[in-house]
């Protein structure tokens, strides 16, 4: 079973403040998505990477992937609090399955 | 909008009882999902199945069994819930194709006290 760890398991920070978060495979990722998921919710799809070294951004967020396909980060600038959430990773093998990182409970405090 | 339906947002249950969890989409996904998430250790696949009847094993079975008659249903059993059988239990749903390339699309969760 492939592992994800995400680093690190708990975050809080002003709001205003820059994070990044990260998430680590010893495997190499056919592709790689984050998660956001709210207190009493399911997790909902913020990206998808596919690309070696690809970035992408949401408003506030950027995602990279690793240029070897086994890591990637979750950067937020200037966070809100409604940016708190718990963060999740989750990595395709080649198959029709995700594996799921640890998380990253993220709290921004106004 | 994609909706995903879980029968229970919470559900307490004795040991040894039989548990039936449900969950049902609405968007003909053929792909469906059962999970568990407990703190630490993110989401761990259960069951998944992708399409009518057909079903394999995640990395965590044991313990559980699924149902899947129709396509808009996939249902958990737990034959004989046990303690360490307390959990957040997620169901999803996706359409076919490349796993990464998809959205799996979640319910909202079933929180399962077994005492």
């Known amino acids: 079973t492939q592992l994800l760890e995400q680093s690190p398991q708990f975050l809080s920070i002003q709001e205003g403040e820059n994070l990044t978060v990260y998430c680590n495979s010893s495997?190499?990722?056919?592709?790689l998505q984050w998660y956001r998921q709210e207190p009493g919710e399911g997790p909902v799809l913020l990206v998808t990477?596919?690309?070696?070294?690809e970035v992408k951004k949401l408003k506030r967020l950027t995602f990279q992937f690793g240029d070897a396909r086994k890591d990637s980060s979750l950067h937020i600038t200037a966070a809100q609090t409604g940016d708190t959430g718990l963060y999740l990773c989750?990595?395709?093998?080649?198959?029709?399955?995700?594996?799921f990182g640890t998380g990253t409970r993220l709290t921004i405090i106004p | 909008d994609v909706k995903v339906t879980q029968s229970s947002r919470y559900l307490v249950k004795r040991t040894g009882e039989k548990v039936f969890l449900e969950c049902v989409q609405d968007?003909?996904?053929?792909?469906m999902f059962w999970y568990r998430q407990d703190p630490g250790l993110g989401l761990r696949l259960i069951y998944f199945?992708?399409?009518?009847?057909?079903?394999e094993k995640g990395d965590i079975p044991e313990g559980y069994s699924v149902s899947r008659e129709k396509k808009e249903r996939f249902s958990l059993i737990l034959e004989s819930a046990s303690t360490n059988q307390t959990s957040m239990y997620l169901c999803?749903?996706?359409?076919?194709?490349?796993?990464?390339?998809?959205?799996?699309?979640f319910g909202p969760g079933t929180r399962l006290t077994v005492t």
């Open positions: 495997s190499v990722f056919s592709s």
């Open positions: 999803a749903s996706k359409t076919q194709g490349a796993g990464g390339l998809y959205e799996q699309y």
């Open positions: 199945s992708y399409d009518v009847k057909m079903k």
């Open positions: 989750a990595g395709e093998f080649g198959n029709e399955k995700l594996t």
């Open positions: 990477v596919v690309t070696g070294g």
């Open positions: 968007m003909d996904h053929e792909n």
